[in-house]
Structure formats: structure tokens, C-alpha cells
């Protein structure tokens, strides 16, 4: 099973998204699934310039020469594809959606044949509330859940207050935290064995942490200290 991952995350393998996203694909490789993950941040991929001439000029061919060159064919070989991405500004990072724009040339090429693709969202936010990622998942849904289409949307690890949760960490709280990261890596096993993922562990991914008001009354008091260290 080919695996391609792509991480839209400024912070790369030392971002919050990567706390969730690395021991997902761990649980991935355990179960011989073979991943490729890429960091947008490392790629030179340009914004889609809209001119359709991988339509209408050069059917299934992008005119810019980048890296998307290389990474088309692994969009077209994998089996699962995971968009990893922090919540910025209610969508995922412009950097990521660039890339994901840039697919348009597949979408002539209609050579995914018969293969029906997975798709998994991995995403974590600042905020508190889970419906942060609403905007994301109707994205993902209207993308990929449609039967004439060649992918199936498989499911999303979502972890609200992951700013909150790194801090728990630093503070050597982890006893909640590790089971984030267990379900996290359990949910890649699943999906490369099962092909799914279930609701159970999903759900354990963005488990609550500690009460809506105690965090941001915690990030507040975070803030305000930052903000007097600098001023110093
Ligand atoms: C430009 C920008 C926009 C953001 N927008 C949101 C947002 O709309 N909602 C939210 O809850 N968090 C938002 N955040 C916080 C990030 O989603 C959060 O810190 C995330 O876990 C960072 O992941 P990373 O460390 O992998 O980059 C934003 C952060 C930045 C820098």
C-alpha cells in the first residue's frame, strides 16, 4: 500500500500537526504500508495560474515547471492520501492549497482507472471548539465523496487546542495526552489494514483535555506573560 502525505505546516516535523500526523503514519508503516511525506515548506510549487492549459492546450500537462512535476505521479500511484494541515484563517495553509490546486492536470488525465483512492484528513487548530474544522471537512466532503469520483474520503484526526495540548506537555502532563498520540498511531493500523477508520478512535484524537473556560483562561495568562517577557 502506497502512502502519500503531505504536510502544509510552516513548523514542519516539529509543529503540533506534525504531534498528530507522525504517529499516524508510525501506524501506517507498522502495518508495512509504504509512506512518502512531503513538507510544503521544503517544495517549490507555484500557485495554479488558472490559464487551463493542461485542459485545453496540453490535455493531462502542466505548463510550470516545479516540483509538482515530481509529485503528480505519486498522487496518481498512492494508495491513501493524507492532507496534514494547522487551521489557518478557517482553511488549511495557502502553501497547501496551492498544491492541491495544482492536481488539476490528473483530473484530465482520468488515469486513476479503477483504483478507488482513501483520503484522510489530519489537521489541529488553536482554538478550543471542534466546528473549527468544520470549514475543512465540507471541503474534504465535497471533494472526495461523490460516487462518480475515484476516492473516498476515510476520515480526519482532528485536534482541537493543540497549542494548549503542547503546553500540557511541557508541563509533563501527559497521561491524557498519550492517548491522543495511541489512538493517533492505532488509527493508521486501521486504516492500512482495514482501509477505515473508525469513529471510536477519531473521536479519541480530539478528545477534550480540560474545560472550554480553563483554557483560555490558561492562554490568556500565557499571552499576557509572553507579551511582559518581551517587553523587557
Ligand atoms: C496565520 C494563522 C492563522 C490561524 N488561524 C486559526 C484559526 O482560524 N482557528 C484556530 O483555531 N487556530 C488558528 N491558528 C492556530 C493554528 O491552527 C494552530 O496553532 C496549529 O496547531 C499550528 O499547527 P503547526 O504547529 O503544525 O503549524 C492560526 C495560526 C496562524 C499562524
Known amino acids: 500500500m502506497k502512502v502519500l502525505a503531505i504536510n502544509g505546516s510552516p513548523h514542519m516535523g516539529e509543529g503540533n500537526t506534525a504531534m498528530i500526523l507522525n504517529p499516524f503514519l508510525e501506524g501506517m508503516k507498522e502495518a508495512r504500508a509504504d509512506v512518502d511525506l ?14 487551463m492549459s493542461c485542459w485545453f492546450v496540453n490535455p493531462g500537462t502542466c505548463g510550470q515547471k516545479d516540483d509538482m512535476q515530481m509529485l503528480l505521479p505519486k498522487f ?3 494508495d491513501v492520501i493524507v492532507w496534514a494541515s ?9 502553501p497547501l492549497k496551492n498544491l492541491m490546486d495544482r492536481q488539476l492536470p490528473l483530473h484530465m488525465q482520468g488515469e486513476m482507472g479503477p483504483k478507488r483512492q482513501k483520503i484522510v484528513l489530519v489537521s489541529t487548530c488553536g482554538a478550543w471548539e471542534l466546528s473549527m474544522f468544520d470549514p475543512l471537512l465540507l471541503q474534504m466532503n465535497a471533494l472526495y465523496s461523490r460516487p462518480e469520483g475515484s476516492s473516498d474520503f476515510a476520515g480526519a484526526l482532528l485536534r482541537p487546542m493543540a497549542d494548549g495540548m503542547k ?3 511541557k508541563a509533563g502532563e501527559t497521561r491524557l495526552v498519550e492517548g491522543v498520540f495511541r489512538a493517533a498511531k492505532e488509527a493508521g493500523r486501521q486504516l492500512a489494514k482495514e482501509g477505515k477508520i473508525s469513529e471510536e478512535l477519531q473521536k479519541e484524537v480530539s478528545r477534550e483535555l480540560m474545560p472550554r473556560d480553563a483554557y483560555y483562561k490558561a492562554a490568556q495568562m500565557m499571552m499576557e506573560q509572553a507579551q511582559k517577557a518581551t517587553k523587557k
Open 38 to 51: 512531503f513538507y510544503t515548506r521544503k517544495l517549490k510549487i507555484g500557485p495554479c495560474n488558472g490559464d
Open 76 to 78: 496518481k500511484e498512492a
Open 86 to 94: 494547522p487551521v489557518y484563517y478557517s482553511g488549511v495553509t495557502g
Open 167 to 169: 503546553e500540557m506537555i
